[in-house]
């Protein structure tokens, strides 16, 4: 499995993210003073997780899964299903950014 | 020959009927355009309609944007088709990168629905020539992500060229970014905008104004411009 992870550009509002630190704030919550909501994508395949599937995502986060003018794609890694993990280690096999 | 000007439906497209009849009051031949067709039917003219095409997952507009027949309606648009974007289409049209910058949830957060006073700063384009540059008038507006933004260098860009073709007058109601409700592409074909000017078309039906309910019918104007536009080519 590949996992793409994206987030808002820390330099836009992100309005969804302000409402749960406003509903954290009435709860009593008053620890946090920022939420930022973002996105994780899942994406599994038949076999292993090679540099060449990996390149193939990182192509797909940044032209679909995230539009780079709103968001950034903050992490892309290879992260084994549990009977599998030994395989990958779950290791981070990719970072970008 | 009476121009034909195609409204494409997606997969959650709402307002595509509403987009066919302003184009056939306005006095061009409506024609229906499916996102899986591959070809454009020999249309003049493109509108991608309001609504929420594939339930604004992914983005808004982000997976219509890779519909089939966008292909068609991209390779058209460079060509210098005019193309509108209303709404949902509007997010289609950035997503596609045929107009620039992105479309965000409404800072207030909520959805707003309202009768939206704009102003038009550009009345050169293929879509807003039957205004006056400057001219006010009022159409529906009722989005969620509606919010426009882009790098200070994009925005700057717009400005210095005068590619914002609407701005919103009174209230901004959705946090965009220099009170922005619609832009252009360079050449002035492609335009994209959030308010609905095809729910501004027919007394009784459109926007209130202070003369009398739902008596605005100026966003038939985008429509009329564009058969306008045809004709002078």
New interface residues.
């Given amino acids: 499995m590949i996992v793409v992870e994206v987030m808002p550009k820390p330099e836009l509002l992100d309005p969804a993210g302000k409402a749960v630190t406003g509903a954290l704030a009435r709860l009593g919550h008053t620890t946090f003073t920022g939420v930022r909501i973002g996105k994780r994508f899942e994406l599994t395949v038949d076999g292993p997780v090679t540099d060449a599937v990996l390149d193939e995502v990182r192509g797909l986060a940044e032209d679909l899964l995230a539009n780079t003018v709103i968001e950034d794609v903050v992490a892309i890694y290879a992260a084994g299903a549990e009977d599998d993990f030994d395989e990958f280690s779950g290791v981070t096999a990719g970072e970008t950014h | 020959m009476a121009a034909r000007i195609g409204v494409v439906t997606f997969p959650g497209s709402l307002d595509d009927r509403d987009a066919l009849r302003a184009v056939r009051i306005a006095g061009a031949e409506p024609v229906s355009l499916w996102h899986a067709d591959t070809d454009l039917q020999g249309v003049d003219a493109v509108v991608l309609p309001g609504g929420f095409s594939y339930g604004d997952y ?2 808004c507009g ?1 997976i219509a944007a ?1 519909a089939r027949i966008m292909r068609e309606v991209i390779s058209a648009a460079h060509a210098g088709m005019p193309v509108l974007g209303i709404c949902n289409g509007f997010q289609v049209l ?2 596609s990168h045929l107009l ?3 479309l ?6 909520s959805f707003v629905c309202r009768d939206q006073r704009l102003r038009v700063e550009n009345a050169s384009t293929a879509w807003t020539n039957g205004f006056a540059a400057g001219e006010e008038f009022v159409a529906p507006l009722k989005n969620g992500e509606g ?1 426009y ?3 200070e260098e994009t925005i700057r860009e717009l400005e210095g060229e005068g590619r914002v073709v609407f701005r919103y007058v009174d209230v901004n109601p959705n ?1 965009s970014m220099n009170d922005i409700a619609g832009i252009t592409n360079a050449r002035g074909n492609v335009v994209g905008l959030m308010p609905h000017p095809e729910h501004a078309v027919e007394p009784g039906f459109g926007p209130d104004l202070p003369s009398a309910m739902r008596s605005g019918v100026d966003g038939l104007r985008l429509f009329t411009s564009a058969i306008a536009a045809l004709l002078s080519v």
Wanted: aromatic share 0%.
């Fill in positions: 992914l983005r982000a890779q950035v997503e620039p910058g992105g965000i949830r409404n800072d207030h957060g919010g933004i882009a790098s946090g």
